[in-house]
């Protein structure tokens, strides 16, 4: 029964890498004319445990749904800065989604000479 409560009261992660968003971002005047390639990668704790047992879509977190939900907040907020959007994202996945804990990464890649990937990591709420 201990194993079965232990399973009952964890936190499992489902999880969204590699989400292209073309969106308005950055502070320089010239990013404001143009769009740029965001890339979110989102692990959200979420409960399967229901999800798992019913095999129905209703019981668990919708990937298509937070997708959605991402790419039109991304696309709307035409934010000066990544932490802005990694801060509005979590956000939405705590409070639209019910999500305990999130880890938000956004890359914006090749936004430094030299450098592949740059952006934020932030991890919001509790496991």
Not at 40 to 66: H, N
Not at 77 to 103: D, H, M, S, Y
């Amino acid at each position: 029964m201990a194993r079965l409560d232990s399973i009952r009261s964890s936190v499992d992660i489902i999880f969204l890498h590699g989400l292209k968003v073309e969106c308005v971002i950055g502070i320089w005047e010239w990013e404001r004319r143009i769009t740029q390639t965001l890339i979110f990668d989102l692990d959200i704790g979420f409960d399967t445990t229901a999800a798992a047992q019913s095999g129905t879509i209703e019981e668990t977190l919708s990937y298509r749904e937070v997708a959605k939900r991402v790419t039109a907040y991304a696309q709307e907020t035409r934010a000066n800065l990544v932490e802005t959007l990694a801060q509005g994202v979590a956000e939405i996945l705590l409070e639209e989604f019910g999500a305990p804990w999130c880890k938000v990464r956004v890359n914006k890649r090749g936004a430094v000479t030299g450098a592949t990937d740059v952006g934020v990591v932030i991890e919001r709420g509790s496991r």
